[in-house]
Nanobody
């Protein structure tokens, strides 16, 4: 199992930007497909973005496409989520997750990810 620790959340106004980080330890980071999910109050956890082990492929949810960007630095064992033009509806706890190396980005499911961080709160105010 890989250990994941998120950081970078906070309270921001609508339209602002934040960058979330997720630091991994315990196993070879470059062997994992990494993703971000989020859970808003009273709602189920939902997919946000995913990146392949080599960073050669990424996919974002339609709700954040064009505003959020996922990236990773395998030398630093860290995955990032750059969030721009934040909206009120982006308010949620954001989780990073690690999945298997050979995961098909286009069809991945939440259940494919076996390791999760504790989450970081992002609150967007008007």
């Amino acid at each position: 199992q890989v250990r994941l620790v998120e950081s970078g959340g906070g309270l921001v106004q609508a339209g602002a930007s934040l960058r979330l980080s997720c630091a991994a330890s315990g196993r070879t980071f470059s062997f994992y497909t990494m993703a971000w999910f989020r859970q808003a109050p009273g709602k189920e956890r939902e997919f946000v973005a995913v990146i392949s082990s080599s960073a050669g492929a990424t996919r974002c949810a339609d709700s954040v496409k064009g505003r959020f960007t996922i990236s990773r630095d395998n030398a630093k064992n860290t995955v990032y989520l750059q969030m721009n033009s934040l909206k009120l509806e982006d308010t949620a706890v954001y989780y990073c997750a690690a999945g298997p190396l050979r995961l098909t980005i286009a069809t991945m499911q939440e259940s494919d990810f076996g390791s999760w961080g504790q989450g970081t709160q992002v609150t967007v105010s008007s």
